[in-house]
């Protein structure tokens, strides 16, 4: 009666593939541990024979005993996608139940999925942590979406105490091990035959949904349908592009730039910064050896570093100062040279002297303001006094005018004297002289007066020309 019940078991283990196939059928496999001199290597676990699930039947992997960890793994030739994993472990001729005496070495496994034989190098698909000797399962259906070349089984015993039931070493004791999915690589689906987007990498894809487990050099999104793009290239777009010109996106494969390096870089990839003494497009441009240090020059702009020395213009230094500038940096103006010729680009000099009204090297000193001596403090104390006599001067000027006028109305009035005098002489007035009468010579210095009867005059006789009268 359990012999029949035991064979109604093993109907009930055939797995369910969904149109997938099992891909680790008859593929070449290895475990940790082997028990010496029996038949229980690790290809019993995928020869596609589970009819006796006891040590005796000669169709299951079993590790040596005593042993702290367990590890078995089956190479599947070529990474491929993967839906799930079918796990049969032995039971002999006992009931799966709490009371059989191979459930507490089945607790606590793990399995992973690998493109090495590294299973912490891979993706870790089920880990036990929760099952009893009553409720662990036996066979076992794993769902595991990933894409890979190993499939590995791993159990320990390392890390005492361990949950109630587990057994204190560790085994693999496996009586077949199925790995379903599509055999073909870039392919998908149920039925395998959906090619994955040509853009994943290594053509594979989510045997599912099709979306790429990764994007080949330079592409990006779900599909892989999408160029890198926002100045990023390379793998998974994680590179940042040089220096390209104006901005311009580089090719979003090997990062190159279409039409060359912007300013300040050099190299297909516009990546590498100019040297020092270069700067500008493609690090085309030399650094002028008058920049004041070692000719060395902003790698983008070529201004010099340290400035310019005395006589050249910023921002290169590769021109002389002009337009009337000389001196560091061409900072300083110059003074007013003869025929405003440019001065000397360094000291500031006049090569062939100065305009009228300016001396000096310079031809910055004014004459007005140093007429007698060339020191500065001097010149200026002289042409405060200068300007102090001036004045005086000018205040003068209409005092002296009205006293020499008072002198010529009185030289006159003395002549008509002497001629009204004369014997025959009738007394006749000189127009105008009528009015000095009533002028008086004393007290009336007002300019009108005297200004209007001038202007009626005649020419003045001069007191050496009078006649002296002559005695009868």
Known sequence: MGYFHYLSIYVLFVPSSKGYENLALNKAAWYQFPYTGTAWGADKAVDGRYTDLS??????????????????????????????????????????????????????????????????????????????????????????????????FYNNRTNPPYPDGYSIYAYSELCEVQVYGCPNQGYYGTSCSLQCPKDCQEGHCDILEGTCLGCVVGFTGRRCENKCKDNTYGMGCMKLCGSCLNGEQCDHVNGSCPNGCGKGAYGDKCDKACPSNLYGYNCQKQCSMNCGIDGKCDRVTGLCVGGCPAGWKLPECKSKCDGQTYGQNCSQTCGFCFGREQCHVINGTCLNGCINGYWGDLCLKNCAKSFIFESDDLSAVIYALASLLCLTWFALIPVLIVKMRKLRIYNLKLIQKHRDKEPGNQKESIKGYEQLNDLTLEGNTGRDPFTGVLQQLPIPLEMNDMQQPQTT
């Open 55 to 152: 040590a005796g039947g000669g169709q299951c992997t079993i590790s040596a005993e005593g042993k702290s960890t367990a590890e078995w793994r089956v190479d599947l030739g070529k990474i491929l996608s993967i839906h799930h994993i079918f796990i049969l472990y032995r039971m002999d001729t006992f009931y799966w139940d709490k009371n059989n005496p191979y459930t507490s070495r089945f607790l606590g496994f793990s399995v992973y999925i690998s493109n090495t034989t590294n299973k912490e190098e891979g993706a870790l698909c089920f880990k036990d942590t929760t099952y009893t000797r009553a409720t662990i399962p036996n066979p076992v259906n794993i769902t595991c979406i990933q894409n890979g070349k190993y499939v590995i």
